[in-house]
């Protein structure tokens, strides 16, 4: 069975830190991985996507992430955080098969201090 | 453009009302999803539709009942929930018919409240 697990319920950083959000997956096949952002009270939008073209992908408003076997892990970045970064992040992994269930973490509340 | 639209945005219903939630998306997607998230939860997958077929229920209650009339829309009408059932409604399409990559793209998600 697939899975992902974001450590940390809560991150907090100041602005024009670096963020870091882990994510670590368990797969007994090659995966096909997510992060997704949230904003208040609105729906989830795609940041980036993983499906083994490159290990480092790089997605929209300066966040990145790096698919790393050796760890299991998909942790997404972004060098200078910003106040509209605030929101709730999400790592999921994508089953296999058509219907392409996903498979979300527990997600990660980012706030950004002044 | 990577579009689903929902509507409504909000809705109060009481537990005897029926009621709908409508999704809608453009994009030619052939697959397409109804999930429900409580507050500072993840989403929860209830039901998938490939080929505007159903092909996973994950085991909800009966009071959900999805419909997909077709390529375009779904429907999840709503009979009889009960408060707990209140949450933020997800639709979401993908495309392609196979393989783990495609993206899954996610509405802005309808708000039930069960009075």
């Known amino acids: 069975a697939q899975s992902v697990t974001q450590l940390g319920s809560h991150v907090s950083v100041s602005e024009g830190a670096l963020v870091l959000l882990r994510c670590n997956y368990s797969?007994?096949?090659?995966?096909?991985l997510f992060w997704y952002v949230q904003y208040p009270n609105q729906g989830l939008q795609l940041l980036l996507k993983?499906?083994?073209?490159?290990?480092l992908v790089k997605g929209i408003n300066g966040f990145e992430a790096e698919f790393k076997k050796s760890e299991t892990s998909f942790h997404l970045t972004k060098p200078s955080a910003h106040m509209s970064d605030a929101a709730e992040y999400f790592c999921a992994v994508s089953r296999g098969g058509a219907t392409n269930k996903l498979i979300f973490g527990t997600g990660t509340l980012l706030a950004v201090q002044p | 453009d990577t579009e689903v639209t929902q509507t409504p945005k909000h809705l109060v219903m009481g537990m005897t009302n029926k009621k709908s939630l409508k999704c809608e998306q453009h994009?030619?997607?052939?697959?397409m999803y109804w999930y429900k998230q409580k507050a500072k939860k993840p989403p929860e997958l209830m039901f998938v539709y490939s080929y505007e077929k159903l092909s996973i229920n994950e085991s909800v209650p009966s009071r959900f009942s999805p419909e997909c009339p077709n390529s375009s829309l779904l429907n999840l009408h709503l009979h009889a929930l009960q408060p707990e059932d209140s949450a933020l409604y997800l639709c979401?399409?993908?495309?392609?018919?196979?393989?783990?990559?495609?993206?899954?793209?996610f509405g802005e998600g309808s708000w039930l409240t069960v009075v």
């Open positions: 979401a399409s993908r495309s392609g018919a196979t393989g783990s990559g495609n993206t899954i793209y």
């Open positions: 994009m030619g997607h052939r697959a």
């Open positions: 993983y499906t083994s073209a490159a290990t």
């Open positions: 797969s007994s096949v090659p995966p096909y």
